[in-house]
Structure formats: C-alpha cells, structure tokens
C-alpha cells in the first residue's frame, strides 16, 4: 500500500480543514488507518485512527469533539475533518496504514506511512 495525503494548508484560529489520504491498493479496507502529527522539535503524536470498516474510531484527547477521523473504502481514502482549529495544531500530519497488532495509537503499530502535509494555524 503506498499512501498521499492532501489538504494542508495555513487556516486562521477557528477555522477548519479536511485532510485525505488516498491508498493504492485494493486492500485498503483490510487496514487500519491513523493520522498522526508532529510539530518542529516534538515527537510525531497520535490524533486518531479508524477500524477497518469505519465501525470504531479512536482520539487522542487533544483533539477529540474538534477532529472526525472516517474512511471510504470503495475510494480507498481516509478522512480527517479538522475543526475549531488552534495554534497548537499546528504540525505535519501523516497517515499511516496498520495490517495487523492493536494499539493503534502507536506509531509501532503502523507498517505503512504517507509523506505528511503541513496544517499551519494562525492565531
């Protein structure tokens, strides 16, 4: 699976952007998809991740009631609608495709990474 994310970009405090990621292959709906972020000098963290069939969903606490993670299987894209925006969310966000293993809210458990695109929030 090779993975692009698309829709970052410089929004201002309160604002709203809706990041996708697209995959290239038919077994996209076999794996579980996070968005992670990291910010210059930090840590690459959890913002949420989706169950194979859309059925659960996982948040870090930080984003969760802003953030809606979701996913179209039959587009082979998942989804991460970004609201109420802060200056803190500011950061490279990835997705990330899992095949396999639990805690989701690791970045051990993701075999596959996108190449990240930059969400910039003005205050």
């Known amino acids: 699976v090779q993975l692009q994310a698309c829709g970052g970009g410089l929004v201002q405090a309160g604002g709203s952007l809706r990041l996708s990621c697209a995959a290239s292959?038919?077994?996209?709906?076999?794996?579980?998809m996070g968005w992670f972020r990291q910010a210059p000098g930090k840590e690459r963290e959890f913002v949420a991740a989706?169950?194979?069939?859309?059925?659960?969903?996982w948040y870090a606490d930080s984003v969760k009631a802003r953030f809606t993670i979701s996913r179209d299987n039959p587009k082979k894209t998942v989804y991460l609608q970004l609201n109420t925006l802060k200056p803190e969310d500011t950061a490279v966000y990835y997705c990330?495709?899992?095949?396999?293993?639990?805690?989701?809210?690791?970045?051990?458990?993701?075999?596959?990474w996108g190449q990240g695109t930059q969400v910039t929030v003005s205050s």
């Open positions: 292959e038919r077994t996209f709906s076999s794996v579980v």
């Open positions: 989706i169950s194979r069939s859309g059925s659960s969903t």
């Open positions: 990330a495709a899992a095949s396999s293993g639990t805690y989701y809210d690791r970045t051990s458990a993701y075999d596959i």
